[in-house]
Structures are given as C-alpha cells and as structure tokens.
C-alpha cells in the first residue's frame, strides 16, 4: 500500500495528529493488505464521488480506498550524523512515497519547544538540513562510483555525472532534490538514489484550538505558506488537538463540533485529500450492487494492472473491462442508460484507466 510519513521536530503535535489518525480508524478488515504496526495508521480517503454512485446504485456496502499514514517520530537535530536514532529514521523516510512535515505555529508556554522558541521556518529548515545532509552522502558516494566507470569511456556514466553534479551542486545550496527540472531520463537516473529530498512534501501547519477558524491569518502560517510557495509545496492549517477531540466524536456530534468550530470539514479529512493529490494518485471504482468501492492506481496504470488492485487473479485472467465515465454515469442516471447513450465502452489491455472511471472487469479463472 501507499505510505505518507508524518515527520517533524519534537514537541510539535506529530504524536497527537497520529494519534487522531488512528482513532478515526478505518475498518481495518476492509484493508487486508495494509500494514498491521503501532506506528501505521490507514485512512480511508473521503470522496465525494463515491457518495453519489452509492446513492444511484443502492449497494449492500460502500467501501472507500485507503492508503497508510507512518509516524516517524524521532528526527532531531544531527540525525543524518547518526543523532538520536538519526539514521534508522531517515531509512524509514526512504521507504514512504511522500512527506507531511508537521511544524509548529501555536504558541503555549507549557510545552517546550526544542530551541526555545517558536519559529515555523527555522524548523522546517533544521528537518530539510537533515534530509539534505544525507541526500548528499548518497550522491557523493554515487559520483565516485560513476566516476570509476567513466574511464571506460563509458557513456551512460558521463550522463549519470552530470545530473549528479547538478544535484550535487542544488543540495550544497540547501535546494530539496525536488526542485530541479530534470527529464524523464536524468529522473530514472535519480529515482535509484531513493533520494529523502525527491519525495513530495506537504506542510501540516499546526495551530491551537482558538485559531483554527481563522488559521490563514496566523502570523505562523502565513510564513509557511510562502516558504511552500517557493518549493512548489502546499500548506494544509490543522489543530492536532482539535483533530484528536473530533476523532472521538460519531456522526451528529462531530457536525455540531465542526460547526461550533466554524469548520466545514475536519482538518483530517482535508490532510488525508491533500496527501491523496500529494501522492500523484488515481480513484477507479467498480460499482455493483453488492458493493460500490474506490480503488487507488498511480496515474498510467492500464486496465490489467488496474484489475490487479482487486485481485492478482484479475490481473493473470483480465479479458477486457466495461469502462464508463463517473460523469457519464452520474448524468445518466443508471447504468442502463448509460449503455443506451453509447457511454460504456469495452476496452482492452492497453487501456489507459483514467481518474474516476467506472470498471466493470472480465477475466478468466
Ligand atoms: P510530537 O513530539 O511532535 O509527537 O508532539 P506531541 O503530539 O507529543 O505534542 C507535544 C505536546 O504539544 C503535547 O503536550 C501536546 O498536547 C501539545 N500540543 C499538540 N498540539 C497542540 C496544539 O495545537 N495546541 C497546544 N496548546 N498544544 C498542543
């Protein structure tokens, strides 16, 4: 399954958003391929699609698609020279596919923070120091083996030495390896480094109880959010307090919470949708009568592969699937009438699954 890790100083509400996390908990026997560790949280991605094909088809069941939170609690200053538990917390860095960095922008006096005082940017800059140190131990060490083929005259490596010098060059400038312009080939060279500073990464800006309401125009997460801006990352407000108050609250008391809160929605269910787009990822659904469910692919996945989600045997037996549109089933009413419009086409092995398409699968077992 898909992971986000949650990362950040000490002290800044890492443990209290994890922990509302796995309270608001998904049915876990929904999941069976999800990792069972205290330090894993699954959460079912809300979607407001999913709402509406479970009105128009009636299902016995509706079931969401999922993807994992870790918390990896424990990076301190020092960590890429071996600080703290530093270097078996930067592996579990490189294992998850993108980054929410929660910083801190309440002020309370009872809770310490480690260099004394409240400063969003100067924290995400200790964090990303410690992801780039150890990036550039990994491109170092890299170079010098590129550099041994190259006398080989070796072409491959010449290209290889100098996206790593570029690299190299972005790191040493306090740059994320994330914000260089490379092409499809410099990036498959790159993705074999598992680089920290690759990974997409998105700021849980952590603010109190009193300013959740109004979080955009806390002094804090203003900061944040042009720091965000000029990394191309995005900025989601959340009070980890308030999120671990509202996951223990059920239906009408958790509106009435949100609502006396001033909020829409709860800032959970907005960091779970902003990890989601984080991810690059893709909701197909399949949508029976016993049971309507989102599935998740990386954009390109063709219809095997897409099957497999489901079950390997899908994938091993796919013949081809039945493929509507979310908005052309929606607009039609019933699958019925979809067909009727000519809307539901059959596509084969090279089919491309788009975002939000409706599958229905053949396969031989
Ligand atoms: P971690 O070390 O990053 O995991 O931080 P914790 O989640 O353990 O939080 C550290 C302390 O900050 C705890 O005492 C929390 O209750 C407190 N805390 C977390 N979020 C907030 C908040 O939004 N407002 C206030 N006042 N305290 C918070």
């Not at 009872?110 to 990303?128: A, Y």
């Not at 490379?182 to 993705?191: G, M, N, Q, S, V």
Request: hydrophobic share 40%; with cysteine; glycine share 6%.
């Amino acid at each position: 399954a898909l992971k986000a890790g949650i990362v950040g100083l000490p002290n800044v509400g890492k443990s209290t958003l994890f922990n509302a996390i796995t309270q608001a908990g998904a049915e876990s026997a929904n999941y069976p391929f999800c990792t069972i560790d205290p330090n894993v949280g699954v959460v079912e991605v809300p979607d407001e699609r999913l709402d509406k094909l479970t009105e128009l088809v009636v299902p016995k069941k509706t079931v969401p698609t999922a993807f994992e939170f870790v918390d990896i609690a424990g990076l301190v200053r020092g960590a890429s020279k071996g600080e703290g538990l530093g270097n078996k917390f930067l592996a579990h860095i490189r294992e998850v596919d993108a980054i929410v960095h929660v910083v801190r922008c309440f002020v309370d006096e009872n809770v310490t923070h480690v260099d004394g005082k409240v400063d969003p940017i100067s924290d995400i800059q200790t964090i990303n120091l410690e992801l780039i140190l150890a990036d550039l131990e990994s491109v170092e060490k890299r170079i010098d083996r590129s550099r041994k083929n190259l006398k080989g005259g070796n072409k491959q490596s010449a290209m290889e030495v100098e996206v790593l010098e570029r690299v190299k060059e972005a790191l040493y400038n306090d740059m994320p390896a994330r914000s260089i312009e490379l092409t499809e080939d410099e990036k498959a060279i790159i993705r074999e480094l598992h680089l920290l500073t690759l990974k997409p990464v998105l700021y849980a800006a952590n603010v109190s109880e009193e300013e959740v309401a109004d979080a955009d125009n806390n002094p804090f997460v203003q900061k944040v959010k042009e720091f965000a801006l000029a990394e191309n990352a995005e900025v989601v407000p959340i009070s980890a307090k308030v999120e671990a108050e509202i996951a223990e609250l059920e239906g009408e008391d958790k509106a009435m919470f949100l609502e006396e809160l001033g909020l829409e929605e709860s800032g959970l269910n907005r960091l779970i949708k902003a990890a989601y787009r984080l991810l690059g990822l893709y909701t197909y659904f399949t949508a029976g009568v016993q049971e309507v469910r989102a599935w998740t692919i990386r954009n390109g996945t063709k219809a095997p592969q897409a099957a497999g989600v489901i079950h390997t045997d899908f994938e091993r037996g796919f013949i081809r699937a039945e493929v509507v549109s979310y908005h052309d089933l929606t607009a039609a009413g019933s699958m019925n009438v979809a067909k009727e419009r000519g809307q539901v086409r059959l596509e084969g092995k090279e089919y491309v699954v788009a975002d939000g398409d409706v599958m229905h699968f053949r396969f031989n077992v």
